[in-house]
């Protein structure tokens, strides 16, 4: 099955700064890639994603890129805010699939802005 | 409603007694999934709904869990026997149709504390 590795766990930016969230996958299989954002109390929600005929993916701030080569795809945030304090989950999944066994998701990440 | 509406919003339990869950999926949302989401970890899957399918069950971590779907909307999670490793965020969340690709949102969970 597949494997999802995120890091880092926690990450601590200025803000202003950018920040970049990385994961690895281990099924070549995989060709959907959303990232989502967990606030405080709340449930993720859904803030990019990215299939695999595409290397990269903007939305304002945000931007994720993918290297289906080496099996590996990035959440880029950049002007930090304070809002952007969260803890950030990748996900990766193959399309033919079916079913939500086919979404694994990484252990998340902590980011944190200072001000 | 416009999001996925899960009850109760926080749960405090005696260890042994039985809880139920509850999930209002997105309208018109034919796909449904728990998870299960511990202090500081990532998304566990539990199950999936899609229509009229026989759910995949893969995820539940004991016989002690189960959930139904009645009507091919509302979900109901029920924990029998809870113990104090069930304490967790239980997640519900809905897609447009099953498979892969599908954008998947989740509710706002039910904290569920075992003591």
């Known amino acids: 099955g597949e494997n999802v590795e995120q890091h880092p766990s926690t990450l601590s930016v200025q803000e202003g700064d950018s920040a970049v969230i990385k994961c690895t996958y281990s099924?070549?299989?995989?060709?959907?890639f959303p990232w989502y954002k967990q606030e405080l109390g709340k449930g993720p929600q859904l803030i990019i994603d990215?299939?695999?005929?595409?290397g990269e993916k903007k939305d304002q701030r945000i931007a994720v890129t993918l290297n289906k080569t080496a099996k590996h795809f990035s959440l880029h945030i950049t002007e930090t805010q304070p809002e952007d304090s969260a803890v950030y989950f990748c996900?990766?999944?193959?399309?033919?699939?079916?079913?939500?066994?086919?979404?694994?998701f990484g252990k998340g990440t902590h980011l944190i802005i200072q001000p | 409603g416009a999001g996925v509406s899960q009850s109760p919003s926080n749960k405090v339990t005696e260890k042994g007694k039985d809880v139920e869950l509850r999930c209002d999926p997105i309208s018109g949302h034919t796909a449904l999934y728990w998870y299960r989401q511990s202090l500081g970890q990532g998304l566990e899957f539990l199950i999936y709904f899609q229509g009229n399918s026989a759910p995949d069950k893969s995820g539940l971590p004991s016989d002690r869990f189960s959930a139904e779907r009645t009507g091919g909307s509302v979900s109901t999670l029920t924990i029998q026997r809870t113990q104090q490793e069930d304490s967790a965020v239980y997640l519900c969340?809905?897609?447009f149709g099953g498979g892969s690709g599908n954008t998947i949102y989740f509710g706002e969970g039910s904290w569920l504390t075992v003591v």
């Open positions: 996900a990766a999944t193959p399309y033919s699939g079916g079913g939500a066994d086919g979404l694994t």
């Open positions: 969340a809905s897609s």
């Open positions: 990215i299939r695999s005929n595409v």
């Open positions: 099924d070549s299989a995989s060709n959907y």
